[in-house]
């Protein structure tokens, strides 16, 4: 099945000069969407994944069926602020100025193997700043894994080391 043309490019969202890929057409098709989860699963079929950690918004869309495939567990990354009990944050840079994304202190333990699930995977300084936050807890990131990745922004450059897989490369 062809993933990419349930991808929808929409010029000039949110701002000029972006073209924002979207996914809800990929989301609304029974098939890709079951084709999405289940190729996303497959490389991490036996890994011993403890716990999938996702950032919002779309993180969300993803990380919980592939929980739910690979049998492990959810974990939500939130902007600062929205999550209710004791939290550690990390900064990261945005294309003008800086955002903290947040996890309760004990989503993972010492020692849990993590797979970090989003949507696209563009800068790559999103999923550089869940992985401080699962080092800084002492667990063990061992992967990303991304619908899409838009290699032409050179995302691993932030990413060395780290196993990464995506669906769909632009
Ligand atoms: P980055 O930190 O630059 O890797 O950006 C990653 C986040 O921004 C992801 O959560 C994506 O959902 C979103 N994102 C960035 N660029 C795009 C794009 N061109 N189309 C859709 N989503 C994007």
Not at 5 to 16: E, N, T
Not at 26 to 46: D, Q, R, T, V
Not at 149 to 166: A, D, M, V
């Amino acid at each position: 099945m062809n993933l990419k043309k349930l991808i929808r490019d929409v010029p000039d969202f949110p701002k000029q000069g972006i073209i924002f890929k979207d996914i809800t057409p990929l989301l609304g098709n029974a098939k890709g969407f079951k084709a999405a989860i289940n190729n996303m699963a497959k490389k991490y079929k036996g890994k011993q994944i403890n716990k999938i950690v996702a950032m919002e918004s779309r993180g969300f869309i993803f990380g919980p069926a592939l929980a739910l495939k690979l049998g492990c567990g959810f974990v939500p990354i939130r902007k600062k602020g929205k999550l209710p009990y004791k939290t550690i944050k990390e900064e990261y840079q945005l294309e003008y100025g800086t955002d903290i994304l947040e996890i309760h202190e004990d989503a993972v333990k010492p020692g849990e193997n993590i797979l970090i699930v989003d949507d696209v995977l563009a800068t790559g300084g999103t999923a550089k700043a869940v992985c401080s936050l699962i080092t800084k807890l002492d667990a063990k990131v061992v992967g990303l894994c991304f619908l899409i990745e838009l290699s032409f922004l050179n995302p691993y450059e932030k990413l060395k080391g780290y196993e990464i897989t995506s669906l769909i490369k632009y």
